[in-house]
């Protein structure tokens, strides 16, 4: 079956820098669309970036744009978030999602109906 499993959360002072990683297996991918989500406490579950299959198409929420970057390492069947200058309120619990299908539209892939599977999160918690 399909598994993602996150790691590379952890505490971290305002300023800094965390990588989170997202290691797949059960599914070509190589060819899936993934990203990453993140719920801080008290809130819904909100996007945070998308990368298609080639990496030709990526979207940010405007929140962490120009501040996070999604990539990914095909042979490593691996999703990062590299997320730098992080602020308080980016503390949530991360995970990383696969869509089922590809994604061709222009728009942000922001719905999680278009993602089948989930992995159990990581937390990351900035302190100001």
């Known amino acids: 079956q399909v598994q993602l499993v996150e790691s590379g959360g952890g505490l971290v002072q305002a300023g800094g820098s965390l990588r989170l990683s997202c290691a797949t297996s059960g599914r070509s991918f190589s060819h899936s669309d993934m990203a990453w989500f993140r719920q801080a406490p008290g809130k819904g579950r909100e996007f945070v970036a998308a990368?298609?299959?080639?990496?030709?198409?990526?979207w940010y929420a405007d929140s962490v744009k120009d501040r996070f970057t999604i990539s990914r390492d095909n042979a490593k069947n691996t999703l990062y978030l590299q997320m730098n200058s992080l602020k308080s309120e980016d503390t949530a619990v991360y995970y990383c999602?696969?869509?089922?299908?590809?994604?061709?539209?222009?728009?942000?892939?922001?719905?999680?109906?278009?993602?089948?599977?989930w992995g159990q999160g990581t937390q990351v918690t900035v302190s100001s």
């Open positions: 990368m298609i299959w080639s990496g030709a198409n990526t």
């Open positions: 999602a696969l869509m089922g299908g590809n994604y061709y539209g222009a728009a942000a892939p922001i719905l999680e109906a278009l993602y089948n599977w």
